[in-house]
Nanobody, 126 residues
Framework: QLQAFGGGLVQAGGSLRLSCAAS????????MGWFRQAPGKEREFVAA????????YYTDSVKGRFTISRDVAKNTVYLQMNSLKPEDTAVYYC?????????????????????WGQGTQVTVSS
């Protein structure tokens, strides 16, 4: 089970840190991703971190502003979001798939992930 939290209302230029706590599974055995979905839009990829933590991926629009990381001891993946913009407003979801089942899939495709958190709302005001 994945539980995402940490969203909220912030002014443009502000920061938030999202957390994704994994219960019943170990983040070091899963490739983990963050996606977001704005009203009326499709779910889009934000960032991903591999099971080893050695590889990290970002969508272009968040590079240099967002940082994905993990704490294996706490079984938690984080998304630090800085310099937030109104266009970052969305529900943010964390996702996971066992690395043993990954088989060369792309990290930015939502259908490649098996497990999803419930989502946490991020609202950035201008």
């Amino acid at each position: 089970q994945l539980q995402a939290f940490g969203g909220g209302l912030v002014q443009a230029g502000g920061s938030l840190r999202l957390s994704c706590a994994a219960s019943g599974r170990t983040v070091s055995s899963y490739n983990m991703g963050w996606f977001r979905q704005a009203p009326g839009k499709e779910r889009e990829f934000v960032a991903a971190i591999t099971w080893s933590g050695r590889s990290i991926y970002y969508t272009d629009s968040v590079k240099g502003r967002f940082t994905i990381s993990r704490d294996v001891a706490k079984n938690t993946v984080y998304l630090q979001m800085n310099s937030l913009k109104p266009e970052d407003t969305a529900v943010y979801y964390c996702a996971a798939k066992p690395v043993t089942l990954w088989s060369g899939r792309s990290y930015d495709t939502s259908t490649n992930y098996d497990y999803w958190g419930q989502g946490t709302q991020v609202t950035v005001s201008s």
